[in-house]
């Protein structure tokens, strides 16, 4: 009926307007990174670029320079962004994992004074605020585990899972029919999810073609030059899975975790619960990786709380 289709069409209205805080989360970097190395680019340079509060924009490196040179120099350590965030998660592991304290402060993309950085997360540490999860990985892996991480092979799987399979995971989950109602419920509430359920042919997600999928697909499109096409989830984690088996030196042995096991696991978990990410990592045969990785993690990871 006409009431229904304009119920539905203004329900999606809310729903975008809701998500509007949200996508920019998803919005990967598109500057190119120029070298696969924690070489930085001259500080007179990157100076220019920081934004009206001092702090770095995406995928661009703090000036002055941080000086994350061990565990020790990571004071008073604040996570700022939503617990269902993946760039989130991963930053919240790796600290985790390495025993550095943190508290978490809940922040949504987009809710920033103009001029400061709109996305998420952000990252205060010995008084210094960087943002950019791969700016923030970038600089905090030696700190935590030492020089090993600054090799080329650790930052090329960091650039993967942050450009590549975190962008596909998010886009497909969000046009899989199966995951709308899970999805909605973490990122928003049952209400909405509820919603969903009810106008679900008006939801701006929920099915391949919807807009925000699309919209996420299009701009990753324009910069297929820079980082080639996106391939599937399901491609990024068997080209995982096929490394961590046939290369035994590879992050150090199957069995070891790492830098880029951590950041693999920390990237899928809170999106773990949907069932087209679930059915994703049992495809590729990562289960009994995914529950190593389970074990290993600290238990304390589920008491952090946002607020």
Known sequence: SNKTMISGRLLSLIVLLTWSSHVAAWEIPFKAIKSISFSR??????AAKMLADGTNPEDVDPVPGLNWN???ALTDVIIYGTPWSPPVSKVRHHLAFAGVEYRCVKRS???QPEGGYQKIPSIEAGGRIVNDSYIIVKNLL???YGKSCEQSVV???EEKISYGLQLAMEVEAMEDPGSLFSLMKMTTNRALAVLSLVFRRFFPLGAPGRKLPTMIRSRRAAKDDKYGPLKTMPEYL???KERITSDSSFFDGAEGVTAIDISMYATIQPWYTLPHVRKGVID???SSWWSRMESAMPENLSEDEFV
Do not use: C, G
Not at 41 to 46: G, H, K
């Open 41 to 46: 680019v001259p500080s007179r340079l990157n």
């Open 70 to 72: 061990s565990k020790a």
């Open 109 to 111: 993309s987009r809710s």
């Open 142 to 144: 030696p700190a935590l």
């Open 155 to 157: 930052m090329e799987w």
């Open 238 to 240: 068997e080209e995982f």
């Open 284 to 286: 590729a045969k990562l």
